[in-house]
């Protein structure tokens, strides 16, 4: 992964271990893009439309969700895709 993660106790998730299981041998078009952490919405649409080249999406997109990460794009979703995601998921409960 290219940056960062905005929590610090992913360690121990089954999703990080998972994650980085899946990113050993991908091709992460992630990888020094500056797209992913971008504030500019097009550029964050051009990160997520990149990101399905990407062979650990799925991974990639699990760790976010487990972790309710909140910043960038991850697993071919904006922040703004994970927190509609997040409050569909709140209203189906
Ligand atoms: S899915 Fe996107 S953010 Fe996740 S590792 Fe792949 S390219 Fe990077």
């Known amino acids: 992964m ?10 121990e998730t089954a999703e990080w ?3 980085l299981a899946a990113t050993s041998s991908a091709i992460m078009p992630c990888v020094n893009g500056p797209e992913w952490t971008s504030d500019d919405q097009q550029q964050q649409r ?3 439309a990149l990101c399905n080249g990407c062979n650990a999406l799925r ?3 699990a760790y ?3 972790v ?9 979703l904006t922040e ?4 509609r995601h997040r409050r569909q998921q709140r209203g189906a409960a």
């Open 17 to 19: 271990r998972n994650f």
């Open 59 to 61: 991974e990639c997109r």
């Open 68 to 76: 309710q990460e909140r910043h960038g794009v991850l697993g071919g």
């Open 2 to 11: 290219s940056r960062e993660t905005t929590r610090d106790d992913t360690t």
């Open 80 to 83: 703004a895709d994970r927190k």
């Open 46 to 48: 051009r990160a997520a």
């Open 64 to 66: 976010a969700f487990a």
